[in-house]
């Protein structure tokens, strides 16, 4: 490992947080170059400080600790991300003997500057206690391949020599900065002090002494373990050897829904039965399903985190799977079966005395599926993600102990102690799940007004989703306005007239986030023109579009829902003209009609699995200027000329025409798509108008 410390860096830095004073501005510095690191901290993970001076609200320069504030990314972090708060106050508990979590949080919070500020670190009174100017704290993989073993003392010894303290297993809080700070005294001229199983702490005067000792302990750590495991590769490799790397895409696209369906919990709500889903995320790198098909991997999936602070993001243990189990609905339900059996227990005896009667959910976070890789799997894409990246870093960091010697992680009891904290469950946040939690939807014809009001529903309701259109442009262009959902959304361009391309949209939608929930075809086209001039193959093409693409989604989405067994809603797009045809549209109207009997005829024929099909019966919705309606674009002109009105006078004749004299905008068919997809009323077969209130198009 190098050091990423650059002079120019450094001063722009300085220039940058001027305001914030230089201390500050180079915390700033490295702890972001701690944070990039992804070897030495991982999303959120770790924490760093300076002690500094801030004016308080009388002008008087006090003495402060900048420490990084929960909620905070060291890779990103800002000055707001280290909150002040004042040092005598905390260096004053020093003298406690025992100190409750509460109180510590208290004296923390009543200490800080400004009120408003994130809760500190829970290793803030370590910070304060240690006498440096800056503190630095990481949970480097080479440390812990090194400390997660039976006899962490004799690889610490030879790797560091004297040149650190090593303290064993203490849980964070008050009795780790007091044996630390302990330690410290006892060896006044250590350079950093190990944590078994949990990682490291540097410090010096200067930002740069304190970041570069973090550095070269760490570079040290994994010399001496390339030194051990020799020319061997850092992850186990076994046999049988892993499936090769293009058909790890296709197995997943056949377990993942499997995996996703015996995942999903039922509970019951106040209006019946539901299901908790969740999104998966995979990653099939080769090291990683070499390791999948090592075996040792079973038994190793079977420990806990290589750090503690891991096990709200993923639990203490992975679950195995063969890949057989994988693909077999019966057998995977089986195997979370006994894995929740597995969890209970542990809660039992080492968590509820902790936290009677608030089991966290108790099914896998992290899969590792035989010779594949891993999947992740969470309520958001973004948990899933994290939890991902953490499980790649375990996986590694645990196949190199092995490689040690013997990979030994902390207890159950340990572990328990942490997961069930207080003070780490706050680090998730207590933000309520939104409507659409875990479930993933498929919209087509998403570059269109109508397609960007559904995703933006589904999106805003918490729903990942797959946006698909035939035009990749306007589809990037349409997207681009839900960039800070970037986490929950990916597109896909597919032409639904080819059997083929609605196959491998649907096995995106699965290898990208786990399978499928709700779907919307909702792609369509329109062709203006009298029946006595219509021209066969004008009338087969909207036919084909509009009807034959419906019916290969609906088949597409049957195989999946059918292979989770978890239900499913499918929202098809009928049209006014289903029940009030008008003149000149034929062709739009029979293809509409064909799309409304498909979708009752699936709703016969899928309520055996679970889902529920139903249709939404819109008109007169213009869009906006960035993504205005294709079939208005199309028929606008004739109908003004028809009318002689200008584009704002249309808009306006169709207010008026309709009963609640309203305009249909496209997010209020979103909602419509988001009421079948909240799936609050056990309906199937309908049809939901959304246009306004139009007499002669009520469903009949
Ligand atoms: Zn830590």
Redesign the pocket.
């Known amino acids: 490992m190098l050091s990423r410390w650059n002079d120019e860096e450094a001063r722009d830095y300085c220039r940058r947080y001027a305001a914030h004073g230089e201390l500050l501005a180079l915390r700033v510095y490295t702890s972001r170059l701690i944070g990039r690191e992804d070897t030495l901290v991982l999303h959120g993970?770790?924490?760093t400080s300076v002690k500094t001076k801030c004016k308080d609200v009388l002008g008087n320069l006090v003495p402060v600790l900048c420490v990084k504030g929960s909620g905070s990314d060291l890779a990103e972090v800002e000055p707001a991300g280290l909150p002040a708060v004042r040092l005598q106050p905390l260096q004053d508990l020093r003298t406690l003997e025992l100190l409750s979590d509460a109180d510590m949080q208290n004296a923390v919070r009543g200490a800080l500057l400004d009120s408003r500020a994130p809760n500190p670190s829970v290793?803030t009174l370590l910070h304060a206690f240690l006498p440096h100017t800056f503190v630095d704290?990481t949970?480097a993989d080479a440390v812990l391949a090194l400390t997660d073993q039976p006899d962490p003392e004799a690889h610490v010894r030879e790797v560091f020599r004297d040149d650190v303290v090593l303290l064993p297993w203490i849980m964070?809080g008050f009795p780790l900065a007091k044996a630390v700070l302990a330690a410290f005294e006892r060896a006044p001229r250590c350079r950093g002090i190990v944590?078994a199983k949990?990682?490291l702490f540097t410090f010096g005067d200067a930002a740069r002494e304190s970041y570069e000792r973090t550095i070269e302990l760490v570079d040290r750590a994994e010399h001496y373990i390339s030194r051990r495991i020799g020319g061997r590769p850092a992850m186990l490799c076994g046999e049988p050897a892993p499936l090769p790397a293009a058909e790890r895409r296709v197995f997943l696209q056949r377990a993942l829904p499997v995996l996703r369906g015996a995942v999903a919990v039922a509970i019951e709500t106040p209006v019946g039965p539901a299901w908790q889903r969740v999104v998966a995320e995979a990653r099939t790198a080769d090291d990683l399903a070499a390791f999948a098909s090592h075996g040792q991997a079973r038994a190793l999936c079977a420990t806990n985190p290589i750090?503690?602070?891991h096990v709200i993001r993923t639990k203490g243990r992975y679950l195995f799977l063969s890949r057989e189990a994988a693909l077999d609905p019966g057998l995977c339900r089986c195997e979370v079966a006994n894995y929740v059996a597995g969890y209970r227990h542990y809660y039992e005896t080492c968590a509820q005395h902790l936290a009677p009667g608030s089991m966290l959910r108790p099914t896998p976070n992290v899969v590792v599926v035989e010779g594949v890789g891993l999947v992740a799997l969470h309520g958001s894409r973004k948990a899933a993600g994290i939890a991902a990246d953490i499980a790649e870093h375990t996986l590694r960091v645990k196949a190199q102990a092995h490689a040690l010697g013997k990979f030994e992680p902390l207890s159950d009891a340990a572990l328990a102690q942490m997961e069930y904290w207080p003070l780490e469950l706050e680090k998730l946040g207590s933000v309520k799940e939104p409507l659409l939690h875990g479930q993933i939807a498929l919209v087509t014809g998403a570059a269109g007004a109508i397609g960007c009001g559904i995703v933006e529903a589904l999106l805003e309701h918490g729903a990942c989703v797959l946006a698909s259109d035939i035009d990749g442009e306007r589809l990037d262009v349409a997207m681009r306005r839900f960039a800070r959902h970037r986490s929950q959304f990916a597109t896909s361009v597919a032409d639904l007239r080819d059997p083929r391309a609605v196959a491998t949209l649907f096995a995106e939608c699965v290898t990208t986030f786990g399978g499928v929930d709700c779907v919307v075809p909702n792609a369509g086209i329109a062709d203006v023109g009298r029946v006595e001039d219509m021209h066969p193959a004008r009338f087969a093409r909207v036919l084909e579009v509009n009807a034959t693409g419906t019916m290969l989604v609906l088949q597409e989405a049957a195989q999946v829902m059918r292979a989770q067994g978890t239900g499913g809603s499918i929202v098809v797009q009928a049209s006014k003209n289903v029940f009030a045809p008008g003149e000149g549209f034929g062709a739009y109207s029979a293809s509409k009609a064909a799309v409304l009997q498909l979708a009752r005829v699936a709703a016969l024929e899928f309520a055996e699995f679970g889902v529920r099909c139903n249709a939404i019966n819109a008109d007169a919705v213009f869009g906006d200027d960035d993504v205005p309606s294709q079939l208005w674009q199309q028929v606008g002109a004739e109908r003004m000329r028809a009318r002689g009105l200008d584009a704002a006078g249309l808009r306006e004749h169709y207010r008026q025409r309709s009963l609640l004299k309203t305009e249909v905008l496209p997010r209020h068919v979103g909602e419509a798509v988001v009421f079948f997809a909240s799936m609050r009323t056990p309906t199937t077969g309908a049809v939901l108008p959304v246009d306004g209130g139009l007499p002669e198009a009520f469903p009949r």
Do not use: F
């Open positions: 993970g770790g924490n290793e704290h949970h964070p944590l949990h990682g750090t503690p602070d």
